[in-house]
């Protein structure tokens, strides 16, 4: 009889907390410079979403990719991140741009690009790659590709 109880717990748990559909993504916005230093430029962007499942799940960042002024000079780091329930939520993301990279990329032109850049006081700065959910077994893959022009 116990284990019955048990196993009727567990049942109406699980049928309870249905995951019903992924969540959204709704924008990636906010992209900033942080820093911009002589050995690093550091980025930074928001992700976010609404989750409407009565259980949360993890996402995490897959080769997301930095291009800027038409170079890719990044990828961008994020550490796996805990979905709340029925919330919206955002994600930072983080990038961090070694000057050394920008200036051995000089043949393809990004550094004139930069530096035209920096006299105009603006970045053209893409994000372009996936973000991956996973909740039970079930993963789900969101496309990212924004461009934003930066000021500084």
Not at 97 to 115: C, D, M, Q, R, T
Not at 123 to 133: A, C, H, Q, S
């Amino acid at each position: 009889m116990k284990r019955f109880t048990y196993f009727s717990i567990l049942f109406l748990f699980i049928t309870s907390c249905s995951v019903k559909k992924k969540p959204i993504f709704l924008k990636l916005d906010d992209i900033k410079i942080v820093s911009f230093k002589m050995d690093t430029i550091r980025l930074k962007a928001m992700a976010y979403f609404k989750n409407e499942n009565d259980i949360g799940g993890k996402i995490s960042t897959d080769k997301v990719k930095v291009i800027i002024n038409g170079s890719e000079v990044a990828e961008v780091f994020s550490e796996q991140f805990k979905v709340p329930a029925n919330k919206e939520f955002s994600i930072p993301l983080k990038v961090i741009i070694p000057s050394k990279k920008v200036f051995e990329n000089n043949k393809g032109g990004i550094l004139g690009g930069i530096l035209n850049s920096v006299l105009n006081k603006s970045l053209d700065v893409t994000f372009k790659g996936n973000i991956k959910y996973k909740v039970l077994g079930f993963s789900s893959t969101y496309p990212i590709d924004k461009t934003e022009k930066i000021k500084f």
